[in-house]
């Protein structure tokens, strides 16, 4: 069953986002989280900036030399 959020519903939160999002708080990194669910970098990096402006929250913390880690929804 899809998930929805918006006005309305009108996005769905794909099962992509979802392993995503899971493979960056395993492996700490967008490169490597990307690699795991066999994306390029730049899908995944347009899959979180889509979602952040839909929802005007980040969903993770880049840190150049530091990685990437999930932040807080509040």
Request: aromatic share 8%; glycine share 10%; net charge negative.
């Amino acid at each position: 069953m899809p998930w929805f959020y918006g006005e309305n519903s009108a996005h769905e939160l794909s099962d992509e986002l979802f392993a995503l999002l899971n493979a960056i708080q395993k492996s700490g990194a967008l490169r490597s989280a990307a690699e795991t669910c066999q994306v390029s970098y730049r899908h995944a990096w347009g899959l979180l900036q889509t979602l952040e402006q839909n929802i005007g929250h980040p969903l993770v913390q880049l840190q150049r030399g530091k990685g990437a880690s999930l932040t807080g929804l509040v």
